[in-house]
Structures are given as C-alpha cells and as structure tokens.
C-alpha cells in the first residue's frame, strides 16, 4: 500500500532553516509528481510546492517563493522541502503528497510533520 | 484570485443525508475534488473529478458540481463520518494552482 512518512520539523528560530523529508513507498515514486502542502494550526489546508516526476519543473505558492525549495531524489524514493528564511507564519503541519494526475490533485497524504517558527 | 467558499459547519442526525457546498464563480467549468480530515489526522480524498470515487470510499460519499455551487451528498451519515470537509480545484492561471475551501466541520448529532 502506498505509504507516504514525513520527517525533519521541529522547532527554528525565525530565519532559520529546516529541511523536510518525505519517504514513499507503494508506488513507482519516479512516475508521480509530489506535492506539499501545509495547515497552520486551527485553520485550512494550504498548497505550497509541486513537482514533476521527473523533477523537470517546480512550483511554488507565491508566500514561499524564493524561500522555499522542493526537490527529489528518485533513487532514495524521498520528496524534500528545504525551508530557508523562516517565518512565523510559516508554522503549520506540512504533508507531503502524491498527485493523482497533471498536478491537479492527490490521492495520497502523508501523516504530517509540525514545523514551529518561533523566538 | 480564484475564491472557493463552504459554510463553516453542518450539523446532521445519523442515517440521514448531509450536503456540503462549495461554491465559486463558474465552478461547474472546473473539476472539483473533495478531501475528508479527522483530527489529528492527514486528509483523506473522497471524491474527485465532481463526482468519481477512489477505491476504497463507500458509495454513502457523492458530489454534484454545476453553475457557481459543488455539492458533497453523504447519505445515511455515520458517526465516523464526524470531520472536516475541504474542497479544491486546480486553477492553472493562478499563482496559487491549488485552492481550497474554507473546510465544513461536519457534526453528527
């Protein structure tokens, strides 16, 4: 069965950095775009980063451009999230998760990993 | 940007049918998918593409996706059913492809 297990939150000062993991199974990963996306807590889900499966192209939402950076590595069947320049706002549970076709939804989602931005 | 809007509650007796909508401008030309969360939970989809089913998700669970309004129909609710429901579309002209809902909370009484 496709399992989806994020690592790698914690607790960072503001600015600081984090690098997100995800590692999949169940699935042929290299033939599946990945997406991240993120819920601060108490509130709604938000989409932050996708990619490709073959790592070809990358999209981000607007509030982590130029912040934020998605990558994977096919070989280890594992999504990253490098998180540089944090901010509060950027506290929530991020998942990670498998697009179901052309980028427009997913079928599967990881447990979540909580990233706390704070001082 | 494309705006999707849901009440923020529905309340429904066991056995009977709750409906969840979404609504935006001209919705029914988008596909519209639905994402069920329990707390503490990861989302889980539903339904997708308006009104298809993934395996494994009971045939209580069907959508509806015409002019400005999407419609979650979940018959003969559960208790189980008790969660928060989102939807979203995928806008390829935004910056933001991805958008949600707001998210129902769906009360069993």
């Known amino acids: 069965q496709v399992q989806l297990v994020e690592s790698g939150g914690g607790v960072v000062q503001p600015g600081g950095s984090l690098r997100l993991s995800c590692a999949a199974s169940?699935?042929?990963?290299?033939?599946?775009?990945m997406h991240w996306v993120r819920q601060a807590p108490g509130k709604g889900l938000e989409w932050v980063a996708f990619?490709?499966?073959?790592?070809?192209?990358?999209y981000y939402a607007d509030s982590v451009k130029g912040r934020f950076t998605i990558s994977r590595d096919n070989s280890k069947n594992t999504l990253y999230l490098q998180m540089n320049s944090l901010r509060a706002e950027d506290t929530a549970v991020y998942y990670c998760?498998?697009?179901?076709?052309?980028?427009?939804?997913?079928?599967?989602w990881g447990q979540g990993t909580l990233v706390t931005v704070s001082s | 940007s494309y705006v999707l809007t849901q009440p923020p509650s529905v309340s429904v007796a066991p056995g009977q049918t709750a409906r969840i909508t979404c609504g935006g401008n001209n919705i029914g030309s988008k596909s519209v998918h639905w994402y069920q969360q329990k707390p503490g939970q990861a989302p889980v989809l539903v339904v997708y593409d308006d009104s298809d089913r993934p395996s494994g998700i009971p045939e209580r669970f069907s959508g509806s996706n015409s002019g400005n309004t999407a419609t979650l129909t979940i018959s003969r609710v559960e208790a189980g059913d008790e969660a928060d429901y989102y939807c979203q579309v995928w806008d390829s002209s935004s910056d933001r492809p991805w958008v949600f809902g707001g998210g129902t909370k769906l009360t069993v009484l």
């Open positions: 998760a498998k697009d179901l076709y052309e980028q427009q939804l997913a079928d599967y």
């Open positions: 169940g699935f042929t990963f290299s033939s599946y775009g």
């Open positions: 990619i490709r499966y073959d790592g070809s192209n990358k």
